[in-house]
């Protein structure tokens, strides 16, 4: 028999403590000593084994048995049968068949179950469902509804009783229309009827109808009663705890609910069934009736504070005394101001209770203790560990303490409090004699400053000085800051603080402006280049403004002299910024943008690298032709030459300078460049440059094709002319449509306007707001008439009228066709005239046109030219291989669309010839003949073109044969250029790019012969145009790779330098830096001997270069091995506990050191024979010094280390560090393998011992029972 306590938390670690740690640990030994290791059997108990036995069957053996509960089966199978009258569907031609066998195929699939149908000889039906219960409930109650012919009856209950019926949420009426299957309908609340209707099977209406009357007669039985009882005298018939009432539902089963005394209510409610219900009422009427015969009432004053005690924690103490004499206390509100307190009941009894009432008021008593506010706290203790010891030994004792006020409230049983109290004042007063506190006034403007990064300089005051700084809120806005402890520790404190606030008054807060765009760039990604910069100046506080403020204003904050070298540094930083942000724009035509990009951005990505700038080009689909770059001001010059010499190689591109006054400059441009834009879309899209606004340079410059910068070279002087003189603006209005129409074919009738007047007219552009303003600009006389004359234009196209044209019907489709594309450029081309062809089908040749008079005439006239085209189309065949068709039509058909367009034709390209015939076949049979004598073969005309080589041009003859003859222009030629073979490698580049880069740029293909085949000959393709210029460019490429070779010879000169192997770290440098910088200044490779490898000269350095390079480079080597010569290294002994501290986070402490004394530092390797051994290496004077420093470093350090392994060993080591014993793991007796020599543990891995589930095992004796 084992027993067992339960220990509270409190009581453990009382218990705890009272032992010491050996007794602990003797205990926990013996009771394991004590406790024997169980059986094998009791561990692991064996399975029933079978008998013949009935007992032994029915009792389990082993513990095996008492854990086995019978399975219930999840698959049920129930029968119903429909008989013949009542079935539904009762013709059936052939059973199986029909509507009855989809219904039960619907019912299977929605419910799951699985339905069986059956005939018997009386022709019912009979069903058999089977499947998870619910499915089958569910199916039976389709089966019914469905293929049972539906009755219907009704049944009245009282309308009360319906609800039961309903149940919870419907639960028990839809559990009961599935038990029945039927279907019950329920007269909604508001419906006066009482009858419920039910419809399904005769059976199943006659189930259903006997559970709605058994449920009605249930609630027959049930009746509800109030009784009327004063509030006063509750109490006594619920008795004490409720115990009375309680009793009473017990033994008469009826539910009584006594209104609470919160509630003011006296009807007392009961439920039951009648009978029942009518002894409770008795019962408790004869309570009531009694009780007033008997009782009397007392009043008494009782302090309003004290009331809480009498009534007891949830009223407790009300019970007790009602339990105790019977009486009941009634207590005023807490809202009332009165302290009478009543006493109820029998006269003899009153006396106790009135004693018993006094006893619990005085039994509490409040107290105070006078304590100044601020060491509350500290009577609390740290987690009311202080407090916690009190509250212990008095659990009763409510102490209180309020902020603000000199007082602690104490709240309990007068001894209690007597006591807590005296233990309290005696707190109070050691608090006093031995603690202190100060208020210093410091501006709120320091507090964070004072408190420090994540509170890192208050803390370490607090620690230090064991103290407690107050500092106030910032949304206090107040100066005082309030120090507590002990007081030596709150002087220094104090001082401290006032020291930290005095350096901070005396720090220099500077503004410095850096334009907003730069922050983010200046602060580097997740912050890394403003650390930096931190790091640099560690003294210094640096506070960007928040980006929504849109400021540029940038703090810093710290001691003047480091604010100052800050503000230098991050100026130039922003100067950087400012240069390197300087951006021009460059127009290029779009057609090179392409090759300014190169293949795969080779082009653009070395003018970036060359000239080290951005270059943003415009999107493929948008409009634009500028190319942005920014960067330094002379690399976007470098890159900006760069790229407009692209252009220039590439087209027939002039440039011309002309001068014009910079104050006319403004008004040439015009409103948003609309007037030069004019310009320059009238001259073929010349690009036009003026220069910076307020630069006074009067320099334009124009470029493009000749003939069109010569074209808008005139029209801007003439412009700068007119503007000088006079000039004169107007604005006129036109609906868009009309636009296209006022500026004519080519700009023709615009021009017309322009010739007759002088003055410029502008239209707007896709871009602007307003598509209806129309500008004239020129002299006032000009502009006048130029007005005149296109508001007739304008007036004639609002004067709409219709008018009709005889087409032939076999043109019409030539309109129409491509969704009528002729007619919407016609539409476009004339102000949106409307031409309306007859339907498909209709043999009209009559043609309507709507719209302005002019544009009427115009299209009509357009109409007529088409129709005479059509007419006078010819055909005619160009033969052209083949194997050039691809190379004629151009990259997407570009070449073969702009033939098509220029000479007005249509082109049109044989299928192309998968698999062609072979020359020559020998005919062997014809029709299953064999070809004898009159039989013969035609042989081909090898001069006749073949079918797939003829491209056949459709349009007027005279375009026809000029699209001839430009076709043929466009068959390419090919001719060869001797290269050496030793350079073909350099000319095809890396993965083909170098001669993919000539083919993008000439347009040609160049074949390099195959290696094997060492040929000198490379073949160009491409138009005869092209082929001199790509021969040029791949003889320059020639000369170029030649001269590299010469230069690479010059490059390889080799120089070995003999350099001691000690001094090769110091001539590399921290990650490189020093060789690295060598490297670069003398464009030379310097190459180290390898460690490892045995047979290579150690102290042997390798430079490759220009031999003048080399030689500078081995005397910058030599430099540095001089000074490194002079070095000494001295090794000092220093406690390898401080080398940490001495070497600092990162390695920050020990770099500054070594800067500050320019000498290197060593520390020993974990593991090395001396770990307190550190070499110091450098001049003689500057390691003596730097020695001293750290043997200084080490002392101060070396404190701490000791303080703080004092401090140490009293800690208490953490739990997890105290010595555990060994665990002996599981132990059992009497196992099988122990019961003989000859058996084993058994063995995991074997098959025989652990045979896995459906193996086959040969029959073995087994420890586990006789094998089934």
Known sequence: MSSVAVLTQESFAEHRSGLTQQQIKVAALNSEDESDPPTYKDAFPPLPEKSACLEAAQEPAGAWGNKIRPIKASIITQVFHVPLEERKYKDMNQFGEGEQAKICLEIMQRTGAHLELSLAKDQGLSIMVSGKLEAVMKARKDIVARLQTQASATVAIPKEHHRFVIGKNGEKLQDLELKTATKIQIPRPEDPSNQIKITGTKEGIEKARHEVLLISAEQDKRAVERLDVEKVFHPFIAGPYNKLVGEIMQETGTRINIPPPSVNRTEIVFTGEKEQLAQAVARIKKIYEEKKKKTTTIAVEVKKSQHKYVIGPKGNSLQEILERTGVSVEIPPTDSSSETVILRGEPEKLGQALTEVYAKANSFTVSSVSAPSWLHRFIIGKKGQNLAKITQQMPKVHIEFTEGEDKITLEGPTEDVNVAQEQIEVMVKDLINRMDYVEINIDHKFHRHLIGKNGANINRIKDQYKVSVRIPPDNEKSNLIRIEGDPQGVHQAKKELLELASRMENERTKDLIIEQRFHRTIIGQKGERIREIRDKFPEVIINFPDPAQKSDIVQLRGPKNEVEKCTKYMQKMAADLVENSYSISVPIFKQFHKNIIGKGGANIKKIREESNTKIDLPAE???????????????????????????????????????????????????????????????????????????????????????????????????????????????????????????????????????????????????????????????????????????????????????????????????????GQVLREIAEEYGGVMVSFPRSGAQSDKVTLKGAKDCVEAAKKRIQEIIEDLEAQVTMECAIPQKYHRSIMGPKGSRIQQITRDYGVQIKFPDREENPAPVAEPAVQENGEEIGEGKYIKEADPSSPRKCDIIIISGRKEKCEAAKEALEALVPVTIVVEVPFDLHRYIIGQKGSGIRKMMDEFEVNIQVPAPELQSDIIAITGLAANLDRAKAGLLERVRELQAEQEDRALRSFKLNVTVDPKYHPKIIGRKGAVITQIRMEHEVNIQFPDKDDENQAQDQITITGYEKNTEAARDAIMKIVGELEQMVSEDVSLDHRVHARIIGARGKAIRKIMDEFKVDIRFPQSGAPDPNCVTVTGLPDNVEEAIDHILNLEEEYLADVVDSEALQAYMKPPAHEEAKAPSKGFVVRDAPWAAGSSEKAPDMSSSEDFPSFGAQVAPKTLPWGPKR
Do not use: W
């Open 621 to 819: 689909n948008s409009n634009s032709e500028t190319i942005v770059i920014t960067g330094k001001r002379a690399n976007c010059e470098v890159a900006r030459s760069r790229i407009l010499s692209i252009q220039k190689d590439l087209a027939n591109i002039t440039e011309v300078e002309v001068s014009i006054p910079s104050k006319l400059h403004n008004s040439l441009i015009g409103t948003k460049g609309r007037l030069i834009r004019s310009i320059m879309e009238e001259c073929g899209g010349v690009h036009i440059h003026f220069p910076t606004e307020g630069s006074g340079i009067d320099t334009v410059v124009i470029r493009g094709p000749a003939p069109d910068v010569e074209k808008a070279k005139r029209q801007l002087l003439h412009l700068a002319e007119e503007k000088q003189t006079k000039s004169y603006t107007v604005d006129l209005r036109a609906k868009p449509e009309y636009h296209k129409f006022l500026i004519g074919k080519g700009g023709g009738n615009i021009r017309k306007v322009r010739d007759n007047t002088g003055a410029r007219i502008i239209f707007p552009t896709s871009e602007d707001k307003d598509q209806e303003l129309i500008t004239i600009i020129g002299t006032e006389e000009a502009v006048r008439e130029a007005q005149k004359e296109l508001e007739i234009l304008i007036k004639n196209l609002d004067n709409v009228v219709e008018d009709c044209m005889l087409v032939d019907p076999r043109h019409h489709r030539h309109f129409v066709i491509r969704r």
